[in-house]
């Protein structure tokens, strides 16, 4: 069976799936060997349920006098003892010779499409309590899922139907083959992380989670956008194939592409990375990028078992930034909120995260925990060639309030005797047509910028990044978002400051000759894209690029622009791997 979504960090994977916090009750088959067995499994699922009361009453006595909430538990606890059920499971393990899991979720299946054809709606209501009893059981009996991830007997392909990171934290390489999620985007935040891991991802399938079984062999081809449910022996074959085919041509690019990023005429062109996790900057480096151009500091949270604190910020910023040496890294402040980390941030009640509770409207708002990163990355940059840089700045006063805050740090430092950098560079992201809007007021206070498009495109079309329903409008291509980045960097020029772009735009192969056409200074991009886009770079003149660039501004629709660059560039890079979207052009 064959899935199409968004195709979101390239490669292809074969293997097993591992369902992540699906709801359906769904749990693989195992078959016992002996009576002596199913009487080991009846106890352990004996077991589960006492553990799950227990867990309930609880709740249930710490809930004191709040009538609602303690009838909903006492209905659970009424259907965990359910004798008629219980009986069901047991002999369903007893006749069937099946693992619990397995016997619970039949079982509960069964009783919960009794309720949905009930007349009485109270009861069709109840289907949800019936499914909450049954992962409160199951959970007990397998682990919690993020154990489970943990203690994977084989590499799987994780399916989920979102993926916030932090549920992917601790994760061992290579114990995950894929991603694949019915939400997000091509430049959602499970994207980002998947193409930062270097794993294969397929994203907004939309309703895939409802038709994998757990252990179902799926291929996932991050390059086109494809999931094969249980694959003939034929598409595998053919698959194997392709994946040889995408490892060696990887590898050669690799291989053959070392030293600087220079366009086809001979001009040397600043070509950085992205990173989220300190241990890419080994690949960095062994690809020769540039620098560091965003490190986007919130996905240290997956690396800090002791929560936050100056200490492992300073030591993670200080070596990635020696590694480095004497190459910048661009240092983002926080970005969480929206689609990432929103634990702990009371932000459950929002109705629109994206235009919520984010980025620096959060360090502002708590100023104490934010001063420990901004003391952290002032400290470390002694040692390096350190740059700050505040995202989603949307506001002068929200900026100037930011340098303040910056300056109470540093004078508190000078006072201490605790050295930094005294010219470390400060920049901000453009991100909302809004700063754009005021960039002319915004960069007298700024030594740099740096265009996010991942946002800019959101905010500009206001399409969310991660919606799978509205992904066809997002585009960052649109003129809106050419026009921008255009105005961006006349206005940046102008006034002599420096202008890169860190969205997976810059990563974009069909994107980078319009990008180098509009006189950015530097991209940056996920480290496994520094290959490709530096054989792009090299297949472009800065001329034809300029030309372009113009021409792009008075072109209706995203899809010509790309089918402008792609006529350009099919004749000299025909191995170039394109998208979906970009096949829809050949
Ligand atoms: C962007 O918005 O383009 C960007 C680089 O930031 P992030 O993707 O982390 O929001
Ligand atoms: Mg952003």
């Given at each position: 069976m064959l899935f199409k979504g968004i195709p979101a960090s390239h490669g292809i994977a074969i293997g097993p799936a591992f369902l992540l916090k699906v709801e359906e009750l769904r749990h693989a088959r195992r078959t016992l060997d002996s009576d002596h067995e199913a009487e080991l499994e009846v106890l352990r699922f004996q077991k589960a349920i006492s553990d799950v009361r227990h867990d309930l009453e609880n709740i249930a006595d710490s809930m004191g006098n709040v009538v609602e909430g303690r009838q909903i538990l006492e209905f659970l606890l009424l259907l965990l003892q359910d004798p008629t059920i219980n009986k069901e499971v047991e002999s369903r393990i007893r006749c069937g010779l099946v693992n619990a899991e397995y016997a619970v979720s039949t079982a509960l299946r069964g009783v919960m499409d009794k309720f949905e054809v009930m007349a009485d709606p109270y009861i069709r209501e109840r289907v949800a309590d019936v499914r909450d009893v049954g992962r409160r059981v199951i959970e007990k009996l397998i682990g919690t899922e993020k154990e489970a991830l943990k203690n994977l007997d084989q590499p799987a392909v994780l399916v989920a139907k979102d993926l916030d990171p932090s549920e992917t934290a601790g994760l061992k390489p290579g114990q995950v083959l894929a991603f694949v999620t019915d939400m997000g985007g091509r430049t959602s935040h499970t994207t980002i992380l998947a193409r930062s891991l270097g794993i294969p991802a397929v994203v907004g399938l939309q309703k895939i989670t409802a038709e994998i079984n757990p252990r179902d062999i799926l291929i996932v081809d991050g390059i086109h956008g494809h999931v094969i449910v249980n694959p003939t022996k034929k598409e595998l074959k053919y698959y194997r194939n392709v994946r040889n085919r995408f490892f060696e041509a990887e590898d050669l690019i690799q291989r053959n592409n070392p030293g600087p990023a220079v366009t086809e005429d001979g001009v040397e062109f600043e070509l950085a990375a992205n990173i989220e996790l300190p241990h890419e900057v080994e690949l960095v480096n062994k690809l020769e990028a540039d620098g560091i151009g965003l490190f986007r500091t919130e996905f240290l949270r997956l690396v800090?078992?002791?929560?936050?604190n100056e200490k492992d910020h300073y030591e993670i910023y200080n070596k990635v930034a020696v590694q480095m040496l004497p190459k910048p890294v661009i240092i983002r402040t926080y970005d969480m909120g929206g689609d990432k980390?929103?634990?702990?941030?009371?932000?459950?009640?929002?109705?629109?995260p994206f235009l919520g509770y984010r980025a620096v409207r959060i360090g502002l708002d708590r100023p104490e925990e934010f001063s420990i990163q901004l003391r952290a990355i002032l400290r470390a940059s002694v040692h390096g060639n350190i740059k700050l840089m505040f995202p989603m700045v949307t506001h002068i006063e929200q900026l100037r309030r930011l340098l303040d805050l910056l300056d109470l740090v540093k004078n508190d430092l000078r006072s201490r005797g605790v050295p930094f950098n005294e010219e470390m560079q400060v920049g901000i992201m453009v991100e909302t047509p809004a700063t754009v809007i005021v960039l002319d007021l915004i960069l007298p206070y700024v030594d740099f910028v740096s265009i996010g498009t991942n946002d800019l495109t959101q905010y500009t079309l206001a399409v969310?990044?991660?919606?799978p329903k509205v992904a066809d409008l997002y585009d960052s291509f649109h003129p809106a978002v050419l026009r921008q980045i255009d105005t961006i960097v006349k206005l940046c020029h102008s006034r002599d400051k420096w202008v890169g772009i860190c969205g997976s735009m810059a990563g974009d192969p069909l994107a980078v000759p319009l990008l180098i056409g509009f006189g950015v200074n530097e991209l940056s991009v996920a480290p496994t894209l520094i290959p490709d886009v530096k054989k792009m770079i090299g297949v472009v003149t800065t001329t034809a690029a300029r030309e372009m660039a113009v021409k792009s501004l008075s072109i209706e629709t995203g899809l010509r622009v790309r089918a402008l660059v792609h006529s350009y560039v099919v004749g000299k890079y025909p191995e170039i791997l394109l998208d979906e979207n970009d096949w829809r052009l050949t």
């Open positions: 800090q078992e002791k929560g936050e980390f929103r634990t702990g941030l009371d932000t459950d009640d929002e109705a629109n969310d990044r991660g919606n």
